[in-house]
């Protein structure tokens, strides 16, 4: 009955049934392929979009918040104030926005204290919501009165410093037009965060003291009503909006950053003399350009696997082709003519690629969410999705035709060949393939060459399309895989070298096996390169991938201890001393230091003053960024007391001779450079002084008081001690490394590479796997004979296996050496600049190599135990079989 059915089908079907083998190790190959390219693309947009998204919910103000600034008096602020309003709503369109603004008034003087070179003076000023980011440390916030009398609220650093508090009452008078007035402290209040961005540039609200040519001390504090009918003469008034980006989608960061660069047109229209600085348009354009890097790093893993799966199904067509090539000659014999042979290749290789087109798209998800259930990218929160869109199923059906494209073209082209020329051929040594004939390996190892310099020359694999828009420069994005594939090929011309000496190395010495299995290889070398390029492409992978995330996360940890510049940075309070952190669990050292903006050589720069005398022992400094170490450096910084002040530098400081803090100048020699200043975000101009020195040297009267305290954890484990640091009232933000450096990981476009990696080396062993079992037990099958007869004349199984073991060894041992040292040639010529531009910073820490050499070892031995129990197996196989029965159906045949 089964004999009927068959007969009845198609001989496209007939066909493809004969050969169950090969034709399923194609269908698998063509179901990996569509499978995880669909779910590597997935990846790669769930990924970037939930980057987007976090960052956009992380972005600091300064980088998001538009301010205005403008001066107004009492007749003209409310129409400012509208137009102001009006152009910011309109540039940010459907985004919210919430607009604050602050007032505040020219210099009053404190009566009696109004003579003089140096008055303490004061001012007015009203901040909208201000109630929101302040909590009152006694009495209530100031109402609006109609008498003489005005409520006012203090600062507690205010209040402190005029030696107020509420319920105090005092008078003060105009400096412009010397009228008095009367005020009442109704409450004191503190600040939330005085370090948040939004009161950048209010240091008097902050401190509550400045110090220059004269000293100022407040502001008074009142309702913005109150304000506009009694101070506002002289009035300087400042807009901030702040934008709620939350509910913005990635594919409208470009369009929206266009719609806000124009809001200084939009508020300048209403408010001629307003000045407009806005900083998210930038912001959203260097995003856009970020989730653009995210995308192309995360597409080098599909372009590798493209190229990996397009070989092991070339190699998959070429078996197929190879053991067909004779009764395909035959069908031609017989008048099969090439229209004919085509349409049986087309249909029988489109009978297994269409199914793998629907199939992918709903296999990729699954895929994803067992990727997804690794910790480290759990952690991150990219949600794989629950279900394939329109672009996965196209996806998947543009990959399973150009398969279907593969698979047929070999028994294409064998197809030319008439019965007796293949007859001929049996008889003949292989050949170099086409590709090596033609010299294509040599044309694209110049193309690889091209992409790697393109790669290393730029900061990110983009290209400028036509428009102005950005896009894939594809060339770059596919520089690894161009350089895994033609470094393989050339790995391919020492097959037939190595086979050669390994024949004339055995052909002497006792042994059945090498030398039998030496002979074979240096006879047909062309059977053992196919599967060794797809071994070595596949081990390249794995290790460029293994290397790859190991480099990603190298480079975190890196940008987690450069910026925090010690284990734990605490800020300070009054009455801390190095008892306080000693104190505190895992706690070896605490250094006090000083932070402060100085201006060198015209441009702001960050200027550390830190105890020299146990620096060393808490500044976290990357060996390659200095060529002192921490020791020396701070033993140069130590200061006896003289002039010029000793500090290190970043190399845009190296020719500075003197700093200006304030309104103090203050003369300094560098006594060291460092690449990056550890302490401080990458990229920023920065200098190191010893604090001793720095208050020696400073001006007569500065005071340079200790804003935070370094410490250096035993074994690097922070944990306990930045809990209880932190746990202090109004302490504010403790840096930890280990918590800045989880944090970087579990950043989703960071986690959404090292995903992609994962993804792509574990299909890269299934095709190797697949590829190396399907060509050993097709050429078994093509050689029983052969092992027939050498059962007949008593070669034993240990043999066997000895023989199959050499033959293989060229194979597997070529494969792993050659597959670890192209990977990591081109891991060092790649991977850096990839992990550099995947940041789509400037300025930052360079990034540093790292070859997880444990876990190479330990996947390369993984693969050499599962090839290994391969070959064993089909020795068993072979042996088992009866070398008579064997014998007979060849003569049958």
Excluded at 171 to 195: H, M, S
Excluded at 438 to 443: E, L
Excluded at 712 to 733: E, I, K
């Amino acid at each position: 009955m089964l004999r009927v059915v068959r007969a009845r089908l198609p001989l496209v079907v007939r066909r493809a049934l004969a050969e169950p083998l090969l034709l399923a190790s194609a269908f698998g190959s063509i179901l990996l392929a569509t499978t995880a390219i669909s779910a590597l693309l997935l990846y790669a947009g769930s990924a970037t979009q939930a980057g987007v998204r976090r960052a956009l919910e992380t972005a600091p103000l300064a980088a998001t918040a538009t301010v205005v600034t403008s001066s107004v008096t009492a007749g003209d602020f409310a129409a400012a104030d509208r137009a102001v309003r009006a152009g910011i709503a309109h540039a940010h369109g459907e985004v919210p926005i919430r607009v604050t603004v602050r007032v505040e008034s020219a210099s009053y003087a404190l009566k009696g204290q109004d003579r003089g070179d140096q008055p303490v003076l004061t001012r007015f000023a009203a901040y909208e919501g201000l109630d929101r980011q302040a909590d009152l440390v006694s009495g209530h916030w100031p109402a609006e009165t109609k008498t003489a009398m005005v409520e006012v609220a203090l600062s507690e650093p205010a209040a402190r410093a005029t030696g107020v508090a509420a319920g105090d009452q005092f008078t003060v008078v105009g400096r412009l037009d010397g009228k008095p007035a009367r005020v009442r402290v109704t409450g004191v209040f503190r600040l939330r965060d005085p370090d948040d961005p939004r009161w950048k540039g209010e240091e008097l609200l902050r401190y509550g003291t400045q110090t220059g040519d004269f000293t100022s001390r407040g502001p008074l504090v009142v309702p913005t009503g109150t304000f506009l009918d009694r101070f506002a003469t002289g009035v300087s008034a400042r807009w901030l909006a702040e934008p709620d980006l939350r509910r913005l989608s990635p594919d409208r960061l470009r369009p929206f950053s266009a719609s806000v660069a124009g809001t200084s047109a939009a508020v300048l229209s209403g408010c001629p003399r307003c000045t407009v600085t806005e900083t998210l348009s930038g912001t959203l354009l260097r995003l856009d350009r970020g989730a653009l890097v995210a995308r192309s790093t995360m597409l080098v893993p599909v372009l590798q696997l493209l190229v990996l799966s397009a070989y092991a199904l070339a190699l998959t067509a070429r078996l197929l082709a190879e053991h067909r090539r004779m009764e395909t000659a035959l069908l031609r014999s017989r008048g099969g003519g090439s229209p004919r042979l085509a349409a049986m290749a087309a249909g029988e290789a489109l009978l297994i690629a269409l199914p793998c087109a629907p199939a992918a798209p709903f296999l990729a998800p699954v895929l994803l969410r067992l990727v997804s259930a690794f910790p480290w990218i759990e952690a991150t929160g990219v949600e794989p999705p629950r279900a394939p869109d329109g672009s996965t199923f196209a996806v998947a059906a543009a990959v399973a035709l150009a398969c279907a494209a593969m698979l047929a073209a070999p028994p294409l082209l064998a197809a030319r060949r008439t019965y007796v020329e293949e007859q001929a051929a049996r008889g003949r040594a292989d050949r170099p393939g086409l590709v090596q004939r033609a010299g294509a390996d040599v044309a694209l190892l110049v193309l690889a060459a091209l992409a790697v310099w393109r790669l290393r020359g730029q900061d990110a694999p983009e290209t400028t399309r036509l428009g102005g828009e950005l896009g894939l420069d594809p060339l770059v994005g596919a520089g690894p895989a161009l350089a895994l594939l033609c470094g393989g090929m050339a790995a391919l011309r020492l097959v037939p070298a190595v086979a050669r000496v390994a024949e004339r190395a055995t052909r002497r010495r006792p042994g059945f096996g090498p030398a039998i299995a030496a002979r074979q290889v240096s006879r047909r070398p062309a059977r053992y390169s196919g599967p060794a390029l797809l071994l070595t492409m596949a081990m390249a992978i794995g290790v460029l991938s293994l290397t790859t995330a190991a480099t990603w996360r190298g480079a975190q940890e890196d940008r987690a201890r450069h910026l925090a510049g010690a284990g734990l940075r605490v800020p300070a309070l009054p009455g801390d001393d190095a008892r306080t952190f000693t104190s505190l669990p895992g706690v070896a050292a605490a250094v006090p230091a000083h932070r402060a903006r100085v201006v060198a050589d015209g441009a702001d720069a960050t200027l550390i003053a830190a105890d020299a005398a146990h620096l060393g022992r808490v500044l976290l400094l990357r060996p390659d960024l200095s060529e002192l170490s921490p020791a020396t450096l701070a033993s140069r910084i130590a200061g006896s007391g003289g002039q010029p002040l000793p500090v290190v530098v970043t190399p845009g400081l190296a020719d500075t001779v003197r700093i200006t803090a304030g309104t103090a100048a203050i003369p300094i020699k560098v006594v060291g450079v460092v690449a990056a200043m550890p302490g401080t975000p990458e990229g920023t101009p920065a200098l190191l002084a010893d604090l001793s020195a720095l208050r020696a040297a400073g001006a007569k009267g500065a005071e340079w008081p200790v804003t935070e305290w370094w410490l250096a954890a035993d074994g690097h484990d922070t944990t306990r001690a930045a809990v209880l640091a932190a746990s202090g009232r109004g302490r504010g933000d403790v840096l930890d490394v280990a918590a800045l450096t989880a944090g970087y990981r579990d950043d989703p476009t960071a986690a959404g590479l090292q995903g992609a990696l994962l993804l792509g080396f574990a299909a890269a062993l299934a095709f190797a796997v697949l590829g190396f079992l399907v060509n050993a037990a097709v050429s078994a099958r093509e050689r029983r004979g052969e092992f027939a007869v050498l059962g007949a004349l008593g070669v034993s199984f240990r043999q066997t296996l000895g023989l199959l073991a050499v033959e293989q060894s060229f194979v597997v041992g070529l494969s792993l050496a050659g597959g670890v040292a192209l990977a990591v040639a081109v891991s060092a010529a790649v991977v850096p600049p990839m992990v550099t531009a995947g940041y789509a910073t400037g300025g930052g820490l360079p990034v540093l190599l790292h070859v997880p050499w444990p876990q190479v070892a330990a996947l390369a031995v993984a693969v050499l135990v599962v090839l290994l129990v391969i070959v064993a197996g089909l020795a068993r196989s072979l042996h088992r079989r009866e070398p008579a029965a064997v014998l007979r159906a060849g003569e049958a045949s």
